[in-house]
């Protein structure tokens, strides 16, 4: 098994990700990151619009997770 359901490892120093956009309203969009799911239906922290995290790209660490609803402005 490779980290966030990946078909292939990173490699060595490399931080594994996988970003699922979702399908209108009935599937919501899912972040992965080193194997940690940042924002999923799961975690209930999902919106209509930009889902979008922001990630230490040294230490890996969550910094911010926000949605932006581009429909209602």
Excluded at 39 to 56: A, D, E, P, Q, T
């Amino acid at each position: 098994r490779h980290k966030c359901g990946n078909e292939r490892s990173c490699p060595q120093n490399y931080f594994a990700f996988k970003i699922l956009s979702g399908a209108a309203n009935v599937v919501g969009p899912s972040i992965c990151f080193d194997d940690i799911i940042l924002m999923s239906s799961v975690k209930n922290n999902i919106g209509r619009g930009l889902n979008i995290v922001l990630v230490n790209g040294t230490t890996g660490q969550l910094l911010k997770a926000e949605i932006f609803d581009m429909y209602s402005g």
